[in-house]
């Protein structure tokens, strides 16, 4: 039975949980992720967990917020005038919006606060300052 290595193709289910047990994306159900091992293409914490492992293994994997999306910063939530949104631009919190910077870059929000005069949003990663655990399972190993 193959073995995963670095170089290895794979191709895992997995769910993500936080510290305290609740979940956050990825179920069983949902279409496996393939990828291959050094490639980039997950977390290098991710990576290094899965190799050794064996096809129909179970394995969680820690990866901390400094492993994945980072710190939360502070300086990412912005208070912006109402009027720099378009109009047709349906500004609910929890809602996800766009901005593309002078370099053509797109950068996602989440808007966290609406006024009458003023947009309260986001730009960090919704996941970014937490410790998340990945609950494995390696399906294929090429």
Do not use: C, W
């Amino acid at each position: 039975m193959k073995t995963v290595a670095y170089g290895s193709s794979v191709k895992i289910q997995y769910t993500i949980s936080l510290a305290d047990g609740s979940k956050v994306e990825g179920e069983r159900t949902h279409a496996p992720l393939s990828f291959k091992i050094g490639s980039g293409q997950v977390f290098k914490r991710l990576e290094e967990g899965l190799v050794g492992m064996q096809v129909n293994e179970t394995r969680r994997i820690a990866v901390s917020a400094e492993e994945s999306y980072g710190p939360y910063k502070k300086d990412k939530v912005l208070r912006l005038d109402k009027k720099v949104f378009p109009g047709d631009v349906k500004l609910i919190p929890g809602r996800t919006v766009q901005y593309q910077n002078r370099d053509g870059e797109r950068v996602n929000f989440i808007v966290n606060e609406v006024t009458d005069t003023s947009v309260t949003v986001d730009g960090n990663h919704p996941l970014a300052g937490l410790d998340l655990i990945y609950e494995v399972n390696v399906i294929e190993v090429s």
